[in-house]
């Protein structure tokens, strides 16, 4: 019963190094959806999928991919980290099924802390 | 556009006392409601939401939120809250028709309950 997974749960960088975050779900969920939170600021979301193929911009997309490698796997990239960037990175899914009754319930993933030095 | 306001930051309460976290969204079109709690160092965990039907919804641990429309609110309550609530909590809302389904959250309250 994994759900969501993140890899990795740790991560510190360097200004300028880049690194890719990887999220997979095995619900069978069209929707996936990556998040940043900061302190006193919420979630904020920074790109989602809403099925495989598509991937659109969120709120704060500057600095980011993404890839939807398929339908398991929502992959996040910083090309190049910099201290802004430092956040905890969660990944969320959701069934949004088609039709009249479109329930966006999320269930998220336990989260990648990323330091950027 | 939708948004979310949870009223306080930060909440602290006595063991065994009730308590009410606060949230007021804002939409143009029907909506559902969500709040999610996140324990120390976890992810997010749906607590309850709202879809449709009776305003008042019942979640995990012994919470409930009301749906008051004409207020525009969905507050979380507990009428007795354990060391183990210490948590944040988030309130979340998404509209319910059309092509804009994504989740727009709250900057959350962080609820310490104190012995």
């Known amino acids: 019963n994994a759900g969501v997974t993140q890899t990795p749960k740790f991560q510190v960088l360097k200004t300028g190094q880049s690194m890719t975050l990887q999220c997979a779900q095995d619900?069978?969920?069209?929707?996936m959806y990556w998040y940043r939170q900061d302190p006193g600021m919420g979630l904020r979301l920074i790109y989602y999928s809403a099925s495989e193929g598509t991937t659109d911009k969120g709120e704060v997309p500057n600095g980011y991919n993404v890839s939807r490698l398929n339908k398991r796997e929502f992959s996040l990239r910083l090309e190049s980290a910099a201290p802004s960037q430092t956040s905890v990175y969660f990944c969320a899914s959701s069934l949004h099924p088609r039709g009249r009754d479109r329930k966006n319930i999320q269930y998220f993933g336990a989260g990648t802390r990323l330091s950027v030095l | 556009a939708q948004s979310v306001t949870q009223l306080d930051s930060q909440v602290p309460v006595f063991e065994e006392a009730p308590v009410e976290l606060r949230c007021n969204y804002s939409?143009?079109?029907?909506?559902?409601l969500f709040w999610y709690v996140q324990y120390p160092n976890q992810g997010l965990q749906l607590l309850l939401k709202?879809?449709?039907?009776?305003?008042l919804v019942k979640g995990i641990n012994g919470f409930e939120a009301e749906f008051n429309k004409s207020q525009t609110s969905f507050h979380l309550r507990k009428p007795s809250v354990h060391i183990s609530d210490t948590a944040e909590y988030f309130c979340a809302v998404s509209e319910s028709g059309g092509s804009n389904y994504k989740l727009t959250f709250g900057k959350g309250t962080l609820l310490t309950v104190n012995p």
């Open positions: 939409s143009s079109v029907s909506v559902y």
């Open positions: 619900m069978n969920h069209n929707s």
């Open positions: 709202y879809l449709s039907g009776s305003t």
